[in-house]
C-alpha cells in the first residue's frame, strides 16, 4: 500500500475550474494504477478516472472532455484538472492507487469540491 494526500478542493462557481493533486509516499507509485472516485452526500462512490503507469488512461462519460487525469512520476502525483464544472460535480473527491489486475487497495482522505450555481 501507498499513503494518498488530496490537496485542491474548494469552492468555485458553476463554469469554473480546479485542478486536485494527490501525493503518494514510497517507492512503488510508478507502477501504480491511479484512480479518482466521487462520492456525493446520499449517493454511491463513483469512478471518474484512472491511469495506468505508462499513462494510459480512462474517463467516466459524466466527466469525459471536462476532466483530465494525469500523473507525474518524478514527484508521486496524480491530477485531475476540472474544467466547466456543474452544481452535481459537487461531492468528495478520493484517489486511490492499486497494482494492476487488482483492486484499488490504498485511499486518500478525500478532498471537497463544492460548485455553486
Known amino acids: 500500500q501507498v499513503q494518498l494526500v488530496e490537496s485542491g478542493g474548494g469552492l468555485v462557481q458553476a463554469g469554473g475550474s480546479l485542478r486536485l493533486s494527490c501525493t503518494a509516499s514510497g517507492r512503488t507509485f510508478s507502477s501504480r494504477t491511479m484512480g479518482w472516485f466521487r462520492q456525493a452526500p446520499g449517493k454511491e462512490r463513483e469512478f471518474i478516472a484512472a491511469?495506468?503507469?505508462?499513462?494510459?488512461?480512462t474517463h467516466a462519460d459524466s466527466v469525459k472532455d471536462r476532466f483530465t487525469i494525469s500523473r507525474d512520476n518524478a514527484k508521486n502525483t496524480v491530477y485531475l484538472q476540472m474544467n466547466s464544472l456543474k452544481p452535481e460535480d459537487t461531492a468528495i473527491y478520493y484517489c486511490?492507487?492499486?497494482?494492476?489486475?487488482?483492486?484499488?487497495?490504498?485511499w486518500g482522505q478525500g478532498t471537497q469540491v463544492t460548485v455553486a450555481s
Open positions: 491511469i495506468t503507469s505508462s499513462g494510459a488512461s
Open positions: 486511490a492507487a492499486k497494482t494492476p489486475f487488482h483492486p484499488y487497495d490504498s
